[in-house]
Nanobody, 126 residues
Framework: QVQLVESGGGLVQAGGSLRLSCVVSGGTFSSYDMGWFRQAPRKEREFVGGINWISSSTYYADDVVKGRFTISRDNAKNTVYLQMGSLKPEDTAVYYC??????????????????WGQGTQVTVSS
């Protein structure tokens, strides 16, 4: 059974940084692309970024990230990271990692992901 567990969320002041981690158990972590999403209060869940399992190439929602976030992965630890910097109050959300299933879906398409974590809360104070 595949499980994804996020950690690293918390309360941070505007301008600060956080690093989220997502540990994957079950399945073969290194064979799957991974993605990060977030959901702010009263808003739809949105794509943050993703990472390819072969090349570790990364893809971001530029309108969300604007160069402030970086995704990386450590296949030896079955872990994907989301490094967030220059945080703003509008980054406040529950952040989810997800495993991208095989197929031709874009990284930004939520239907292309088959397993999701429970989320970790990030709160940015002004």
């Amino acid at each position: 059974q595949v499980q994804l567990v996020e950690s690293g969320g918390g309360l941070v002041q505007a301008g600060g940084s956080l690093r989220l981690s997502c540990v994957v158990s079950g399945g073969t972590f290194s064979s799957y692309d991974m993605g990060w999403f977030r959901q702010a209060p009263r808003k739809e869940r949105e794509f943050v970024g993703g990472i390819n399992w072969i090349s570790s190439s990364t893809y971001y929602a530029d309108d969300v990230v604007k160069g402030r976030f970086t995704i990386s992965r450590d296949n030896a630890k079955n872990t994907v990271y989301l490094q967030m910097g220059s945080l703003k109050p509008e980054d406040t959300a529950v952040y989810y990692c997800a495993r991208k299933s095989a197929g031709d879906n874009y990284y930004s398409q939520q239907r292309g992901y088959d397993y999701w974590g429970q989320g970790t809360q990030v709160t940015v104070s002004s």
